[in-house]
């Protein structure tokens, strides 16, 4: 007769969520999630079969909170709500933020469907559509490098609580101005 189950697959997801929001991927093991627990790792695997299931549901659930975070629409303007999405997730999860965007053994797959997601808005909005591929890029690159700096800044706690306003006021008033100066003049048909 199998042992009975102590933790629902639930409670060890959440579980091995705080400690992957705190630790970073490379805490999640068997061991590390049992004690968090105050368990032994044969409620783990049974509830969730592998470590390798257990860190591709991490990821998944840390994509959907981040992409929570940049799909809310503050503003008329949807890259300007991507941006403050981007950085207000740094201001309010700063380790998720740091373990994700900071940590080099973090699986890159976060980043890469982040940048995807501005680029396929970008092909979208037919104010792009006369500008060269090279044009796109410089304006996608100028915007990026600055995002993703302040949005370090934030996380790193240079800069300490920022309001959304602060947030709003220097994306605007940035590199990226550029590319908000030019979607405001030229509107979305």
């Given at each position: 007769?199998?042992?009975?189950?102590?933790?629902?697959?639930?409670?060890?997801?959440?579980?091995?969520?705080?400690?992957?929001?705190?630790?970073?991927?490379?805490?999640?093991?068997?061991?590390?999630?049992?004690?968090?627990?105050?368990?032994?790792?044969?409620?783990?695997?049974?509830?969730?079969?592998?470590?390798?299931?257990?860190?591709?549901?991490?990821?998944?659930?840390?994509?959907?909170?981040?992409?929570?975070?940049?799909?809310?629409?503050?503003?008329?303007?949807?890259?300007?709500?991507?941006?403050?999405?981007?950085?207000?997730?740094?201001?309010?999860?700063?380790?998720?933020?740091?373990?994700?965007?900071?940590?080099?053994?973090?699986?890159?797959?976060?980043?890469?469907?982040?940048?995807?997601?501005?680029?396929d808005e970008m092909k979208k909005d037919s104010r792009f559509f006369h500008l060269t591929d090279n044009e796109r890029n410089e304006i996608f690159m100028n915007c990026w490098i600055f995002l993703?700096?302040?949005?370090?800044?934030?996380?790193?706690?240079?800069?300490?609580?920022?309001?959304?306003?602060?947030?709003?006021?220097?994306?605007?008033?940035?590199?990226?101005?550029?590319?908000?100066?030019?979607?405001?003049?030229?509107?979305?048909?």
């Open positions: 007769m199998p042992k009975k189950i102590i933790f629902s697959k639930e409670t060890i997801i959440e579980k091995a969520f705080e400690l992957f929001k705190e630790e970073g991927i490379d805490s999640i093991s068997a061991r590390n999630v049992a004690k968090a627990l105050n368990c032994s790792p044969a409620p783990i695997y049974s509830s969730i079969g592998s470590m390798d299931i257990l860190k591709d549901e991490l990821v998944n659930k840390a994509k959907k909170l981040f992409m929570d975070y940049i799909t809310v629409k503050k503003t008329n303007i949807k890259f300007l709500d991507i941006g403050m999405g981007f950085v207000i997730f740094a201001r309010e999860e700063r380790q998720l933020f740091s373990n994700i965007f900071l940590i080099e053994s973090m699986e890159r797959a976060l980043m890469t469907e982040f940048l995807d997601l501005i680029h993703n700096g302040l949005a370090t800044l934030i996380a790193t706690g240079f800069i300490k609580n920022p309001s959304d306003d602060y947030i709003k006021e220097k994306l605007l008033n940035n590199p990226a101005k550029l590319l908000y100066e030019y979607l405001e003049k030229h509107p979305k048909k």
